[in-house]
């Protein structure tokens, strides 16, 4: 729901969807980069956007739902097409969210979501699900890199696919390092000597 | 410094504080685990431990330190022996992790802190002193797999501990599913093929 992009012809009550969600996702950003998470509150939010409460409340039932689509505007779905190479399209997807995971804010967004989203239901299905959503590109990877032959068809993408996903964003929110090009050059490198045919 | 066990020996005004440590520790994760981080108020640690508020902040200034303590009661340094096999110890740490990635709270005391880690100095900084004296030991364990030959030389170690450490966590805070045996051995498998000598 969060953060799902609507299709721009859709209106509902007041404002068009589409045109709210920017104002406000920019809002949630510019909050939690320069004050941090406690400053997020619908009214901080609603007062920065100019829009009101309950246009926010309408289109985001909860914080989480709200945070989970800004993060969404930084960390979203990323299309990797095929580059005819599992290593090629690794370090392409790696370096294109090494650039947003540099942007200011985005360590604060990400941790705040994951600090929200181990409290009560149903944040935890909204954030799994977003969770889910922008890991789909790296299974694709791992699937193309099998039916090229160039990765063992016996991987169990699943795990692949975490271990993939979890490096760069450890390094940010649990490291507390910015994650660099030499770490992905690295990741890169020892995912494909991890899941390549002899 | 939080979480580091002091000599019992040592006492400061009040309770010694080797002996204040396991019920003021204790109270915090039962109060996330019942009812969630918001719930953990240095007064609801201090009433549930029967302690005073004071003797909690002479000990951990911040509640950034508290929960960095608690943490350690969890997930803290662990020591694998040398077992003469860079699969064996790698098998051997991450188990124990899972151990404790599986109790009951655990997800909301890593996903908590992580989410006030991103917030203000000095909180920062202990976060990821604590980050890095848990995955000494991974470092410990890869610096000994080269030193016997079983391990590429020229692997970068900070790299390899990241995708090491990074995994489980991120099973559990970001994708909100628990880690399992299986994946312990897939990360092992995938591992040891990423970085052992041909």
Redesign the interface.
């Known amino acids: 729901m969060g953060g799902v992009r609507r299709n721009g012809s859709e209106t509902g009550p007041g404002r068009p969807r589409l045109e709210m969600d920017g104002p406000v996702l920019g809002a949630v950003i510019d909050l939690i980069t320069e004050k941090?998470?406690?400053a997020v509150t619908i009214d901080a939010v609603a007062a920065r956007a100019e829009v009101s409460r309950a246009a926010i409340y309408r289109r985001w039932p909860t914080k989480h739902d709200l945070l989970v689509a800004a993060a969404e505007t930084r960390v979203g779905e990323q299309d990797v097409p095929d580059r005819g190479s599992f290593r090629a399209e690794l370090a392409m997807l790696l370096t294109a969210r090494l650039q947003v995971y540099r942007m200011p804010g985005t360590?604060?967004l990400?941790?705040?979501l994951?600090?929200?989203?181990?409290?009560?239901e149903p944040a935890?299905a909204v954030?799994?699900v977003y969770?889910?959503r922008i890991?789909e590109q790296t299974r694709r990877i791992v699937r193309r890199g099998i039916a090229r032959g160039e990765v063992r068809a016996e991987?169990?993408v699943d795990?692949?696919t975490?271990?993939i996903?979890?490096?760069l964003?450890?390094?940010l929110?649990?490291?507390?390092?910015p994650p660099d090009e030499?770490?992905v050059e690295?990741?890169v490198d020892?995912?494909a000597?991890?899941?390549e045919t002899p």
Chains 1, 2 share one sequence.
């Open positions: 941090g998470m406690s360590s604060r990400l941790a705040g994951i600090g929200t989203g181990a409290e009560d935890p954030y799994a969770t889910e890991t991987v169990d795990a692949v975490t271990l996903a979890a490096a964003p450890f390094r929110v649990a490291e507390l390092r030499s770490l690295q990741v020892l995912i000597r991890a899941v």
